[in-house]
């Protein structure tokens, strides 16, 4: 497969294979063509898909970048800033094309909303940049709801090896569709509530609670470094205030900050800052560090919660 043609820069289509050789023909010849071409070639795929993309390119896999998607991309919303942006950025001066499937069977229906707003905003965080990412989706074992927003995610979609224009594509309606209400959670803990003078100690009480529940080493040293961004945020941005809970949730504890604010921009966190930018890191290190991180912004107010594996 050769990159899709477009009179613009960015190209994103989406890949639809059944079974592996489906995947082995829509993957290494765009792998190979983009080696033939000299661009930079990065693949970041699930584990299984990784060792079989190696196996295949044999020689070639040497000069290919390679990333464990279910790792580096296990938060949706590190992907953008962790992985492609990443690799994007570290060759300014020509095309790069990668390989990203962020979206596989196994994914949990807590995860999905923010992958699908992940292939969403790919488009407009690469808007004018000289690079290609190809989205592979398993079509025989994902849900067609998953298709579905694919089509809406994806200017451009080959499946059986035809390319079409997607008659869909609409990613602005798939963030705001995928940005729910977080529900409450059955056996939280009751919110601490925050201003400007607590935010030591709301600080102090997270890193205690987490410990209770079973966080340890650097995962509570994480803990400890998100809450005390998010806090903060809600002070300098999120009306001066905020409320804090934090519980256990299976093997993970939450962390869930709510304040007053607005998320305006919805690549905010999943954006890399300027060099020279002062402050507004804040939900970017949240992306980093967590395992997960669901936001529901609007007008009332803002709900960030952070999932750390125990």
């Known amino acids: 497969m050769t990159a899709p043609t477009s009179p613009e820069a960015f190209v994103h289509p989406a890949l639809f294979y059944r079974g592996e050789q489906e995947y082995l023909n829509g993957t290494v010849p765009f792998i190979r063509d983009g080696l033939k071409t000299g661009e930079p070639v990065a693949v970041a795929v699930p584990g299984p ?16 970048h390679f990333v464990d998607m ?39 229906s ?29 079509a025989d074992r994902l849900d067609e709801q998953v298709l ?11 499946s059986r090896g035809h390319q079409q224009p997607s008659p869909s594509y609409a990613p ?38 987490a410990a209770r529940l079973g966080l340890s080493g650097t995962r509570l040293e994480d803990l400890a470094l998100v809450v005390a961004e998010l806090t903060t945020n809600s002070v300098v941005h999120g009306g001066g205030s905020g409320a804090m809970r934090v ?24 954006r890399p800052p300027a060099l020279d930018q002062r402050g507004g890191r804040g939900l970017l290190l949240a ?24």
């Open 70 to 108: 279910t790792t580096a991309g296990r938060n949706p919303g590190r992907i953008i800033p962790g992985v492609l942006r990443a690799f994007a950025d570290a060759h300014p001066k020509t095309r790069v094309r990668i390989i990203g499937e962020p979206i596989w069977p196994g994914r949990s």
């Open 172 to 209: 602005g309606h798939v963030v705001e569709r995928y940005n729910l209400p977080l529900s409450p959670t059955e056996g939280a803990a009751e919110a601490h509530v925050f201003g400007v003078d607590e935010l030591s100690a709301v600080r102090h009480f997270a890193v205690e609670r």
């Open 110 to 138: 807590l995860e999905y909303p923010a992958c699908a707003q992940h292939e969403a905003l790919i488009n407009p965080a690469f808007r004018g940049r000289n690079a290609t990412i190809l989205c592979p989706y398993d």
């Open 247 to 270: 519980w256990a949730e299976g093997s993970q504890v939450v962390c869930e900050v709510r304040d007053r604010g607005h998320i305006s921009d919805p690549l905010a966190g999943r």
């Open 148 to 158: 579905t927003d694919a089509y809406a995610t994806h200017p451009v979609v080959v």
């Open 287 to 310: 992306h980093l560090l967590a395992d997960l991180v669901r936001i529901h912004t609007g007008p009332d107010g803002t709900t960030i919660r952070c999932y750390m594996a125990c």
């Open 49 to 64: 898909n990784l060792a079989l993309l190696q196996e295949a390119l044999d020689e070639d896999a040497t000069t290919v």
